[in-house]
């Protein structure tokens, strides 16, 4: 999830490359919306949205009661608020610009944990 179209649909691209299935989203409201009607394995958000910031959408997944791993990704290093995000559940706290094999590991690592199903390649 990231407001900024343009990195949103860079990391659709990339996961779908990878094999994931992939489910992008503007805005936190939008994916809330859809939590209580669709399976997600991870989330992969911005901290910095309009609306709802990433670390308010983890509060709020959390006060649902939620455990659906998430990684946080930002391009403002704010130890208080990166430590928050891990307090709430955030799996990862990876700074903007981060490197595909660094995302996509700790992606791997997240639906590893959560026993979901990991693709092993590429899709073709």
């Known amino acids: ?24 989203f503007e ?3 939008a994916f809330l919306a ?5 399976s997600f394995d991870c989330l992969i958000t911005d901290m910095r949205m309009p609306g709802m910031s990433g670390l308010e959408l ?12 998430a990684i946080v990704l930002t391009s403002v290093v704010d130890e208080r608020t990166r430590a928050r995000s891990l307090a709430l559940g955030a ?25 979901a199903a990991i693709p092993r390649g590429p899709a073709v």
């Open 91 to 115: 799996r990862a706290w990876l700074g903007k610009p981060v490197a595909d094999e660094v995302l996509l590991g700790q992606l791997r690592l997240a639906l590893r944990d959560r026993g």
């Open 34 to 38: 859809e939590v209580g009607r669709a």
């Open 58 to 69: 983890l509060e709020h997944l959390r006060d649902l009661g939620s455990d659906l791993p």
């Open 27 to 29: 805005r936190a409201s």
């Open 1 to 24: 999830m990231d407001d900024d179209e343009a990195i949103r649909d860079a990391l659709s691209d990339l996961l779908m490359l990878e094999g994931f299935a992939c489910h992008p």
